[in-house]
């Protein structure tokens, strides 16, 4: 055999020994992968995206883990639905924060739909092996307080019966601090992103853990 050959016969295993580990570092450089699928209070409307909460929770959490943010202004739970199966199986997320819901109560649409939306979600996340978190949403009270608490209530009972962690809403203060509510009086400035970074990360970062 010529030597050529032998030094091939060698080198090829090697070179693909090196090629798996590469890949197999390269699938590893972060631990836990985070999905948000929300509307524009996780897009940033109105500010930086730099300065948006899901921005800050990223650079909170550093380089081990991964934000995948995949929230669109105006979306609603149904259009969630939609574009779940797909972003399931692009990332491979291990958390889904699911921040939906507020679009559906300001059009006013059933809330019947809004929870089995938010129930059919639920589902293809932990179909998929990742944990579901919903962010509880309250409308404002210009709205009727019937239909505002009704649809209120939607999360905690969602939370209930399918053993979901919930994020109860906490952001009222927000509404009535000068400087926290851009001009359209519902979507939160960049001086609100730290407070509801500091919100959501108290109960997302012990699941990426």
């Known amino acids: 055999m010529r030597p050529a050959a032998i030094q091939t016969m060698i ?3 090697f070179i693909n020994s090196l090629w798996c580990l590469f890949i197999l570092l390269g699938a590893n450089t972060y631990g836990s992968t985070l999905l948000i699928l929300g509307d524009s209070l996780s897009a940033g409307y109105g500010i930086n995206q730099e300065s948006g909460w899901v921005a800050l929770l990223e650079s909170d959490l550093g380089d081990d883990h991964r ?3 995949g929230s669109i202004s105006g979306d609603t739970t149904g259009g969630g639905l939609n574009r779940l199966p797909r972003l399931l199986q692009e990332f491979n ?3 889904v924060l699911l921040e939906l819901g507020g679009n559906d109560g300001l059009r006013g649409q059933p809330l019947a739909l809004m929870k089995s939306n938010l129930q059919a ?3 293809l996340v932990r179909d998929a092996g990742a944990e579901p978190v919903l962010f509880g949403m309250r409308l404002p009270p210009n709205y ?5 608490d009704a649809f209120a209530a939607v999360y905690p009972q969602l939370s209930e019966s399918e053993k979901v962690l919930l994020i109860p809403f906490q952001l009222e ?4 601090t000068e400087g926290m509510i851009q001009e359209d009086g519902l979507h939160p400035t960049a001086l609100a ?3 509801i ?3 959501v990360k108290g109960y997302i970062a012990p699941l990426m853990e």
């Open 67 to 69: 934000i995948i943010n």
């Open 144 to 148: 009727g307080r019937r239909y505002s």
């Open 121 to 123: 979600m639920i589902e």
């Open 193 to 195: 992103q730290p407070i």
């Open 173 to 176: 203060e927000l509404s009535v």
């Open 93 to 95: 997320p291990d958390v």
């Open 197 to 199: 970074k500091d919100v």
């Open 11 to 13: 080198t090829r295993p």
